[in-house]
């Protein structure tokens, strides 16, 4: 038996340790919970108890090294994290650390503007090969690398799956565009484009007489008030049905027909669940995520756009729900539970 902390501050390495949950209990380890931020009330709702752990304490950092054979911690942007790596390896004690994402590696083992100095883990964990190979090349880190999946995918994919099979056909094709605040986080324009405007775009070459009911998912960090308002003001005559959505991205998938987006991690999701699913990157100056254009149909020129989304809607693109997702997907989620708690039981010594 081993007895493990998980740590993390960021809700997406949170439900990324919660998914290796089940299975290391299964085997008998023994796990808890050390949080400073929203993944906290994510593990709250799940049952587990959350401890703080107070870096500067020497009695914390004492008890935590007399009783724990691996820290196992996620990835955020913030130092929380960094922190624990570094105060534990002074002690002795092993850490672990995983990305749950595709994106700005190196950048979460950095410090802030003023301390730009690597801080590493003992061990990192990647979610695929792909990821694997992005590090290894940019040769920055010197620890060991584990694949060991997305279990916390695994369980979406798993539950949209089985929803999908049993869904009923919808009365009208339903897209949903999935958005995310671009314009307000890149109010440069450096991306090349924005939300509203790719969804303008996407109306403009969809609109071609063919009835759609199109659902709008704005993020969480948006502003709903502007997507109201789109949709309040779209000629009811249209054969495109506007509607803004309320409903989880899970539920979103488990009946949509297509889904639409930019770079959101939800297009990952959508491919996972064999929905035919289409990125939206006009005028991009470069590949923005690389990933997503492994795995999906990516449009840049938006005149593209109409033709494609109708390709993804026949199946010529994707597999349906039924068939098997391309070996870069499935390697996401194949037993990715059991993988990563493979890798935890590797780097805490108790696995050849």
């Known amino acids: ?30 796990i808890r919970f050390v949080c400073d931020g929203p993944a906290k009330n994510l593990w709250l709702e799940e049952g587990e108890t959350v401890e703080h752990l107070d870096i500067e304490s020497d009695r914390d950092i004492a008890q935590v090294t007399a009783s724990t054979d691996l820290v196992v911690t996620g990835t955020g942007f913030g130092p ?11 002690h002795g004690q092993k850490t672990f650390a995983v990305i749950d994402s595709w994106s700005n590696f190196k950048r979460r083992f950095i410090g802030d503007k003023q301390d730009e100095r690597l801080i590493l883990p003992d061990a990192i964990g990647v979610v695929d090969d792909w990821s694997l190979r992005q590090i290894q090349n940019d040769q920055w880190s010197n620890v060991p690398l584990h694949v060991v999946g997305q279990p916390h995918l695994q369980q979406i994919t798993d539950a949209v799956l089985s929803r999908r099979r049993r869904r009923a056909a919808n009365r009208e094709t339903t897209l949903v565009f999935f958005s995310e605040p671009i314009r307000e986080d890149f109010p440069d324009g450096s991306r090349g484009f924005e939300q509203f405007g790719v969804f303008s775009d996407v ?15 704005p993020h969480p960090r948006e502003l709903s008030s502007k997507w109201e308002k789109l949709v309040t003001e779209w000629p009811v005559n249209s054969p495109l049905k506007l509607e803004l959505s309320e409903q989880n991205a899970d539920d979103l998938l488990g009946f949509a027909d297509g889904v639409i987006g930019m770079t959101t991690m939800v297009l990952v999701e959508a491919a996972l669940s064999r929905v035919p699913t289409v990125s939206c990157q006009p005028d991009r100056g470069e590949k923005i995520l690389p990933f997503i ?5 990516v449009v840049t020129n938006m005149s593209d756009f109409n033709d494609v989304i109708r390709s993804a809607l026949s199946g010529e693109l994707a597999p349906d729900e039924h068939g098997e997702p391309n070996v870069a997907l499935s390697q996401i989620i194949e037993n990715a539970a059991g993988r990563f708690v493979d890798a935890i039981e590797l780097v805490a010594g108790k696995r050849n």
């Open 1 to 30: 038996m081993l007895h493990l902390i998980f740590a993390a501050h960021d809700p997406g390495a949170g439900k990324m340790l919660s998914g290796a949950t089940k299975e290391a209990r299964r085997r008998g380890h023994e």
């Open 80 to 90: 929380f994290e960094r922190q624990i790596w570094q105060a534990l390896r002074g």
């Open 293 to 297: 254009d492994e795995i999906l149909p």
């Open 203 to 217: 109306l403009t070459n969809l609109n071609d007489g063919q009835p759609l009911r199109v659902l709008v998912k």
